[in-house]
């Protein structure tokens, strides 16, 4: 498929085929998926992909008991670490490394701010890390399509119960979003449907200055 092809058909999806996903094919999605930007380059994420039905039932109790959590051959925690430092000197030396950083001066003084970062509280933190988590999410989405695997972004769900279901420690990690992903079943009514609609661009895009209240664009008149 081609960019505007996956952006345009992808939906959400929750009515999926009873077949497996298999380790191949997850990891053709999460490997593309990973190239999503991050802050620093960071990449503050981790998945917890659930297959067997215990699982995909413990986690289904901490979503409100959306069906398709189980439904779906898999369902995954998308966690965003809270900690910017967790993996920054592996960043840090890769930047530095590939000739994205200039000299080790530089290189110290990244890692001074990410350390800064780490002091924030915790609110900051928080929102720190869904940034970049909720863009590998959307990166998840698209690279699943692609390899024609639907999906289900999941934001109804208690965090607390995640964290408590899976034994994570909360302090660290942030559960950002849960994702539904299988083959979606022959008859998925999204599939099917014209895509849902979307804020037209020129109400939703401004140029140079915030207009929210910019007037509707004009209707001709009848004659
Ligand atoms: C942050 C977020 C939270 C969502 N939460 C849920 C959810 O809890 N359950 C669900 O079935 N769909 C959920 N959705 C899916 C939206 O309903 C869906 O993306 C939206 O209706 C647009 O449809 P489309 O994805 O098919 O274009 C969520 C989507 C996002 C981005």
Same mark, same amino acid.
């Given at each position: 498929m081609d960019f505007t092809e996956v952006v345009t058909s992808r939906r959400s999806v929750h009515e999926y085929a009873d077949e497996p996903l298999d380790d191949e094919t =997850?990891? @053709?999605i999460f490997e593309n998926a990973i190239q999503a930007p991050s802050s620093y380059n960071l990449q503050p994420w981790e998945f917890v992909v659930l297959r067997e039905d215990e699982t995909k039932e413990a986690l289904r109790e901490a979503a409100y008991d959306q069906e398709h959590v189980t439904g779906a051959a898999a369902s995954v925690i998308v966690l965003g670490n809270k900690d910017p430092e967790a993996h920054a000197e592996t960043v840090a030396d890769d930047m530095l490394e590939k000739g994205y950083l200039p000299n080790e001066e530089v290189r110290d003084s990244i890692l001074e701010n990410v350390a800064g970062m780490a002091d924030l509280p915790e609110q900051e933190r928080r929102v720190w890390t869904v940034r970049s @988590?909720? =863009? #590998? !999410?959307?990166a998840l989405m698209h690279a699943a399509w692609d390899e024609g695997v639907a999906t289900c972004p999941i934001g109804g769900f208690d965090p607390d119960a995640v964290l408590d279901a899976f034994d994570i420690d909360g302090e660290q990690y942030e559960p950002v979003m849960l994702m539904t992903m299988g083959i979606p079943a022959e008859d998925a009514g999204e599939l099917q449907a014209e895509a849902k609609y979307r804020r037209p661009v020129d109400e939703v895009v401004h140029y140079e200055e915030f207009a929210p209240e910019r007037? /509707?664009? !004009? #209707?001709? /008149?009848d004659d």
């Open positions: =997850l990891e @053709t @988590t909720s =863009l #590998v !999410a959307m007037e /509707a664009p !004009a #209707v001709p /008149a």
